[in-house]
């Protein structure tokens, strides 16, 4: 027992030693978290989009289509950044604008002669975000304004002004938003876009583990400190699960009060998922790395595999509304299952209970992908002796 721990002990070393040596790939392994959680951060840190550049086409050029420009302007999510009178002036203008709102000619006589005229709303869907967002900014701005007149025309026509409301407005609605109330849109971004570059930082590293072993044929130093399948494994995958949970927790440290980002109430859950996704990412890394004897091959590999793997892992764009061969192939990926958990433990403040599926597959693709590499660590090690 106490020469395997002399022997585990000294494989840590030494794969610490390799692992610091490489300056590439320290500098890559902890620059590129530091690096795209700081750009991420402060590129998102307005958090929701707001003044969005719209045009006007005020054919009527009334009281109350001015009214209705202002209120435009007035929306939190718009800018009314051009007003005509004719549309020759703002012709093939709107990829310059997130949308166009077009007021008719005797827009408020319509309304008066009770004629409902129509406000064409031509919104520019070249980025669905703004795009979208620009539209319920006007939408909303045109709903409240179309039922002010509607009070107000009641009100005229004898109606108490309470009952004229009521008259419009059927039922009410209570709109109360939970889990990112406010639609920041990095503390939805930054956790995915973190775990996905931690996932190809590790894999990187991985890549070059094994495979440098056998690239420079140092396998045999490892074989003459033991021959245990199991101490080699954990003795080169702990070095990896030390650094690696080591900088997600000084990324959270740093990073999430910097930007306001929502903080699990238990960091004790966090801390067992990010370990458990070191697990998965160093056995498959590791599976890879030695079936591919090549760093170059092996890096190249596990990129692949690593960069399509923020796409299917359902954080943007739901798994259920993929065709289920994709689902199948995402369910292979630990960031599918890191992302969905980390999501829950951020914004739920999710316990063990909770999480516990995405733990099971995690341990899961570990334990295939260990099982794997043990198979192979045994026979090299045999056909060293």
Known sequence: MMKELKAFSQIVKREFKLFFSNDVLVMV??????FFGLLVGYTYQQASVKDLSIAVIDQDNSPLSHKVIDALEENYYLSVDH???KESDIKDELPNFEAIVRIPQGFEGAINYKR????????NGANMITGNYANIGIRTVLGTLNAGIEIVGLNKQGIPLATAKEQWEAFAIDDTRYFNATSNYLTFIWPGII??????????GMALSYSKEHEENTFGKVASITKNPFTIFFGKA??????GVVLWGGLQLLMFPLFKLPEPSDYGVLLILTAVFMFALTCLGGL?????????????????ISTPS????????PLNAMPVWIQNISKGIPLTHFLEALRKILHFNA?????????KMLILIGSISAIGLLSLLYRKLKITE
């Open 238 to 243: 702990l070095p990896y699960w030390i650094t």
């Open 29 to 34: 392994f902890f620059g590129a978290p530091i």
């Open 310 to 317: 923020f796409i299917l892992s359902g954080f943007t764009w």
């Open 83 to 85: 007003v005509s009178i």
């Open 116 to 123: 409902h005229p129509h406000i064409q709303v031509e919104v």
């Open 288 to 304: 890879v790395s030695w079936i591919l004897p090549s760093q170059l091959k092996a890096t190249e590999v596990l990129m692949v």
């Open 195 to 204: 775990g996905a570059v931690m996932q190809q930082v590790f894999l990187l």
């Open 351 to 359: 316990d063990m209970n909770m999480i516990f599926p995405q733990v």
